[in-house]
């Protein structure tokens, strides 16, 4: 106890605030994984005693994210089990999830060289059948509640996006869909909406996966952002009654395609000065002159962008605060990333509730990580106004 009033003492005396509240953080992590530690051995660190369980066998490193910073742990092990301290636990849902997958995977014989690797590594051989129904049984549980949540109040901004993974349907390897669906709320919010696996993106899938969203609660969706996948543009009509948003990245590389390689950048910038407009009729102005002046020399690039006149600037209807991040699937790009990375681990997915385990797992953690965060996604003061409940004012701090 003398000791750690010393080290408390010495971190009082240091420096600038971020760096102490990092290190009270670490001080009391450490102290609370040496009690813990010291409970499941029976005894203190070096102490001997007749009650001793297990003994040390050093610690490992590990890099705990908080909101102060970085903060470097130093894990205890033993020499008989393992030790993982419960402050992280929530966090390990996805490493969980994975963790299933593949000794779902190992137990129905169906694995890669690859995954065998990753079985050895991590210590699962012997896994019984029994062990993993658990395992898995426990995080679908926590996975279904969460995708199957009642959405409450109202979503201005909806992102729609899918990607594509391998997984075993009737001893055949296909690509299946995965679409995840996330929304920011009137309180400037972003949360995961949804997500579903299915076999192809045409309108009666997508129209499904959007009245799943609306039987949970779902209202007050004025603007789908989205590439032009086929089907959503009349399922977001026929389902939310909302106003559909183009990605414009994916409709710039489209653009491209019709140009020539000498002359993508100058088309890039060409169509560039549309989008730098201050409003929806500059923009239009700007887009109509822009196709007829390419129209002698690259007629398709002019249809396409008559075509896609409507749908590729509709978030210039909406407050220019927002515009930087309802134009496009962007805000969505990490989150696919994150899915693609865990997703190559396995490689190929034993079914497709293996599929809705693991991503199902990361969602869950990310939209925990949103909504612990400080700052709102977009302010209260401008999306507060596109609510369609009339009778919500903003706090009078914030007004």
Same mark, same amino acid.
């Given at each position: 106890?003398?000791?750690?009033? @010393?080290?408390?003492?010495? =971190? ?22 040496? =009690? ?36 470097? #742990? ?65 995080? $679908? ?5 969460? +995708?199957?949540?009642? @959405? ?49 993106? &045409? ?6 996966? =959007? ?6 609660? +779902? ?16 399922? @977001? ?21 019709? &140009? ?42 002019? $249809? ?53 385990? #693991?991503?199902?797992? =990361? #969602? ?29 004012? #903003? ?5």
């Amino acid at each position: 106890m003398t000791n750690d009033k @010393i080290a408390l003492r010495e =971190l009082l005396e240091k420096g600038s605030d971020a760096s102490f509240l990092r290190e009270m953080i670490g001080f009391a992590a450490q102290r609370l994984m040496e =009690l813990e530690t010291e409970a499941l051995c029976g005894a203190g660190h070096g102490e001997r005693s007749a009650d001793r369980r297990n003994q040390r066998n050093g610690y490992r490193e590990r890099d705990w994210e908080t909101r102060a910073g970085t903060v470097e #742990l130093r894990i205890p092990k033993l020499r008989k089990g393992c030790y993982f301290p419960g402050f992280l636990e929530p966090r390990r849902t996805a490493e969980k999830a994975l963790t299933a997958v593949i000794q779902e995977a190992y137990i129905q014989g169906i694995s890669t060289r690859s995954v065998d690797d990753l079985v050895r590594a991590m210590g699962l051989e012997g896994i019984s059948k029994s062990q993993v129904s658990r395992l898995c049984a426990e995080i $679908d549980e926590r996975v279904q509640t969460f +995708l199957n949540r009642p @959405i409450e109040g109202e979503w201005p901004y909806v992102w729609l996006d899918a990607t594509y993974v391998r997984a075993r349907r009737d001893h055949h390897i296909v690509s299946v869909a995965v679409i995840v669906a996330v929304g920011v709320n009137t309180d400037g919010r972003r949360e995961v909406l949804g997500m579903t696996v299915g076999n192809s993106e &045409a309108e009666p899938f997508w129209a499904e996966f =959007l009245r799943g969203l609306a039987r949970r609660g +779902l209202r007050g969706v004025k603007l789908v952002v989205s590439d032009a996948h086929e089907g959503l543009k009349v399922a @977001i009509a026929k389902v939310l009654g909302a106003t559909w948003q183009r990605c414009r990245v994916h409709f710039m590389r489209n653009a491209m395609a019709h &140009a020539g390689k000498t002359q993508r950048r100058i088309v890039s910038a060409w169509i560039g000065t549309a989008f730098a407009q201050d409003d929806a009729d500059a923009a239009r102005k700007q887009w109509r002159q822009v196709a007829d002046q390419a129209r002698p020399r690259v007629s398709k690039l002019a $249809d396409l962008m008559d075509d896609a006149e409507a749908d590729v600037l509709a978030y210039m209807g909406f407050p220019a605060q927002h515009r930087a991040k309802i134009h496009s699937t962007n805000p969505l790009e990490r989150l696919n990333g994150e899915i693609k990375r865990r997703s190559e681990v396995v490689g190929i997915f034993p079914n497709e509730a293996a599929v809705v385990r #693991l991503i199902g797992a =990361l #969602l869950l953690e990310q939209n925990d990580e949103w909504a612990v965060q400080r700052a709102r996604y977009m302010t209260l003061e401008t999306i507060a106004p596109l609510s369609d409940d009339k009778t919500i004012t #903003l706090p009078i701090t914030a007004a």
